[in-house]
């Protein structure tokens, strides 16, 4: 499988503060980003997700930056909540049906209150 | 908006029996269903690819005669855990994609293999 690196591997922040994530990718071929959220039991929800033709997406608290030429992307959480507290796994997949998401490794966050 | 019901949330079988886990597609039809496996604190490793009616495409080191696959129809995907042993142990999720829909997953299902 094509790799996605994510880092770190966890992650402790404060509350109010902001928690950054990031994410590489290989194969540019891959032109779908997504960032899902997990918690202990369940399977992964989606939580915002960009396509290469933008640099930035924004929704409420959460906001992915995209690097086409360097290959990187990340997700930053502001005003972090203590409910934020879960895995978040980055993602590629491409836009031709039956191509399907390769994960990055996770990263773990926790957010103090 | 898109939902894939899974099921069972959670099994507990006994080594050497079959497991079979079912995924629907709700509201739209799923003319691919993808297949992960998520160890402990561990990421979600694809297993298999199917299309609607066709044979799935298995990841490379997945035993295809031990994890079947069945997508025979627009809406129903199964895996059948063959003959389990406490190694497959696991979170197994479905992801299913369709025309103009990207990837909605399941809720996952826990087997324990005992």
């Known amino acids: 499988q094509q790799q996605v690196k994510q880092s770190p591997q966890s992650l402790i922040v404060q509350k109010g503060g902001i928690s950054i994530i990031n994410c590489a990718y290989e194969n540019t071929a891959f032109d779908y980003f997504p960032w899902y959220q997990q918690f202990p039991g369940k399977g992964p929800a989606l939580l915002i997700a960009?396509?290469?033709?933008?640099s930035e997406k924004k929704e409420g608290r959460f906001t992915i930056s995209f690097n086409k030429s360097a290959k990187q992307f990340s997700l930053h959480i502001m005003d972090s909540q203590p409910g934020d507290s879960a895995t978040y796994f980055c993602?590629?997949?491409?836009?031709?049906?039956?191509?399907?998401?390769?994960f990055g490794k996770g990263t773990t966050l926790s957010v103090s209150s | 908006g898109a939902v894939v019901s899974q099921h069972p949330s959670r099994v507990i079988c006994k080594s050497g029996t079959s497991v079979k886990i079912e995924c629907r597609s709700l509201d739209f039809q799923a003319t691919t269903m993808f297949w992960y496996r998520q160890f402990p604190k561990q990421s979600l490793m694809l297993m298999a690819t199917s299309n609607e009616g066709s044979k799935a495409t298995y990841e490379q080191g997945v035993e295809k005669d031990k994890f079947l696959i069945n997508h025979a129809s627009l809406t129903l995907s199964t895996l059948t855990v063959t003959s389990a042993h406490p190694e497959d142990s696991s979170f197994y999720i479905c992801?299913?994609?369709?025309?103009?829909?990207?990837?909605?997953f399941g809720s996952g299902t826990r087997l324990t293999v005992v």
């Open positions: 993602a590629a997949g491409g836009n031709q049906a039956g191509t399907a998401l390769i």
């Open positions: 960009i396509r290469p033709d933008v």
């Open positions: 992801s299913a994609s369709g025309w103009n829909y990207g990837y909605t």
